[in-house]
């Protein structure tokens, strides 16, 4: 006897092949297509709905806040059913606890909270043993973040490490790959990853190799110099012979517009060298993260808290203005980026809540002050712990990235708490995947679309089980009304939920219906090497 019976349904199976009217079973959590004359304990008529695979999150920092509802909603609500964290460098684990609010203000931008236990995180075999009790809707896989590494062993240090070091580095990665971790993940932007040279990221890359696993790099620019950094990124695949995600592939800054060209070209000469190389991306002109990533990585030495002190002097504020306003500054300078402060809405200030939803242009006339020194304030107010939405992209290099084959969805969402203004990423792209590439724009078919969000990344991402409604396969699935279907999050209502979609499911469970969380939390930790 089937479990469950989805009927009548427009069947978008995950390859990228036309869509079919069928039936699909379910029976303990996994997929039968052999549904003839099969009894089931309920039955679904699906009429005048698609059916697809579970989406995949090829880019979350989730991780961060596993186990919160909230962090169930934003995902679970948009058929989110897999996501893969400790993205850009960020893990929460490992953890040398000497150093541990080194990591929590690091991490701040993903989280305002962290588990009670997290200074027990010192390998990820003990991660894992709370992240399979914390209650998830989701399945969570999760990379280990160079800035996790470094902080563990070095600190902030703006220096290369020793030998010893860099062996204590390798040693926790190791252990990390052992129990299940995808891979490696940098963040080439945030100190303290932006001060490691590309030899140190390869010979960290090749620890992972041996266990199947993948580099991820939120790269060293996204803008003037994105070139060089797919030239750099690819490299360390190539040297540490290990595929390699391209973290949310994009182009900042008007000037910058049209190098997609040439890193795709890049991607495309490595595919056709043996290399994996694959892009994430999320469907939006606009990015986000920390606020003070506008401030130049040098001043950072000593981490982001001792950053923000040191902005309370003038004669550093004069000299960081200096350094900001300066295009030949050699850093990937967002508030260029974004064009000036007419471009950064600030999404997030605890301290300076007045701020959130404005820009920081807007906000200086309100309160009468030089946007330079609202900026430097705010910074302070927060001890360095806010964010921001950077207006830096155009449709036409999104699309032109997004069309690329190489190239599957994401969000890279960031939500601190219920409610939270952020990036409307974190609750809608993957419901805007399908309107803004498929019904508004028309540079998909759906069965693309869908292929982008489920069966490609499965296979990039070697995700057994996962991506396809097949025979056998994990029932995890979303059922929608494309009709209906509409991604409601915006830049001023950034949380607000998605239309349309109908029901989602996890090994066969009902994690979503009509509209909210079911309070089922089937998701598991996944383990790479252990499926």
Request: one cysteine or more.
């Amino acid at each position: 006897m089937l479990d469950v019976l989805i009927q009548n349904a427009s069947i978008v199976d995950g390859t990228g092949v036309p869509a079919y009217q069928g039936s699909v079973g379910i029976r303990e959590g996994k997929l039968t297509l052999d549904v003839d004359n099969q009894p089931a304990r309920e039955t679904i008529d699906a009429a005048g709905r698609v059916l697809a695979p579970g989406f995949i999150d090829a880019h979350s920092h989730g991780d961060l806040i596993l186990g919160e509802e909230f962090a169930r909603l934003c995902k679970t609500s948009q058929g989110i059913t897999t996501e893969i964290g400790g993205q850009c460098g960020l893990s929460i684990a490992p953890v040398n606890p000497q150093r541990l609010e080194l990591l929590q203000g690091q991490l701040a931008v993903g989280a305002l909270s962290f588990p009670k236990e997290m200074d027990e995180f010192t390998s990820f075999q003990a991660y894992c043993a709370y992240g399979d009790r914390v209650p998830k809707t989701a399945n969570m896989a999760m990379y280990i973040g160079h800035s996790t590494l470094r902080i563990a062993v070095m600190g902030f240090d703006n220096r290369e490490p020793t030998c010893d070091e860099l062996e204590q580095m390798k040693a926790l990665l190791r252990e990390a790959m052992e129990h299940g971790a995808m891979g490696l993940s940098t963040g080439l932007i945030y100190t303290p990853c932006c001060y490691a040279k590309t030899e140190e990221i390869v010979e960290l890359a090749k620890v992972i190799r041996p266990y199947g696993g993948i580099y991820a790099s939120h790269m060293r620019n996204e803008s003037y110099a994105v070139v060089e950094a797919v030239r750099e990124t690819i490299d360390i695949g190539r040297q540490a012979g290990v595929p390699v995600f391209i973290s949310h592939h994009k182009v900042c800054g008007k000037d910058n517009w049209g190098l997609q060209k040439e890193t795709l070209r890049l991607i495309h000469e490595a595919r056709q060298e043996g290399i994996m190389v694959t892009s994430d991306q999320y469907p939006y002109a606009c990015n986000m993260t920390h606020l003070n990533a506008c401030v130049p990585p040098w001043h950072f030495d000593q981490g982001v808290q001792t950053m923000a002190e040191r902005l309370k002097d003038p004669a550093t504020r004069q000299k960081v203005r200096a350094e900001m306003e300066d295009p030949a500054s050699p850093y990937d300078n967002y508030y260029r980026n974004a064009g000036g402060w007419e471009g950064v809405l600030v999404s997030s200030s605890p301290k300076c809540p007045e701020v959130e939803g404005k820009t920081i242009a807007q906000y200086a006339k309100e309160t009468g002050r030089d946007p330079f020194e609202a900026f430097f304030d705010i910074l302070v107010a927060n001890q360095g712990a806010s964010s921001a939405v950077y207006s830096s992209m155009c449709d036409e290099d999104v699309f032109a990235i997004a069309k690329d084959e190489n190239t599957v969805v994401g969000t890279d969402g960031l939500t601190r708490k219920p409610g939270e203004k952020g990036h409307p990423r974190a609750y809608g792209s993957f419901p805007r995947a399908i309107c803004y590439y498929v019904k508004e724009n028309g540079i998909f078919t759906l069965e693309e679309c869908i292929h982008r969000m489920t069966g490609l990344p499965a296979e990039r991402l070697m995700l057994p089980g996962k991506g396809r409604i097949a025979e056998g396969y994990d029932a995890d699935l979303v059922l929608f009304d494309l009709e209906r279907l509409r991604d409601r999050a915006t830049y001023t209502d950034p949380c607000a939920l998605t239309e349309g979609l109908d029901l989602v499911m996890v090994a066969g469970e009902p994690v979503w219906k009509d509209g909210k969380l079911t309070g089922k939390t089937p998701g598991k930790l996944l383990r790479h090497n252990q499926r």
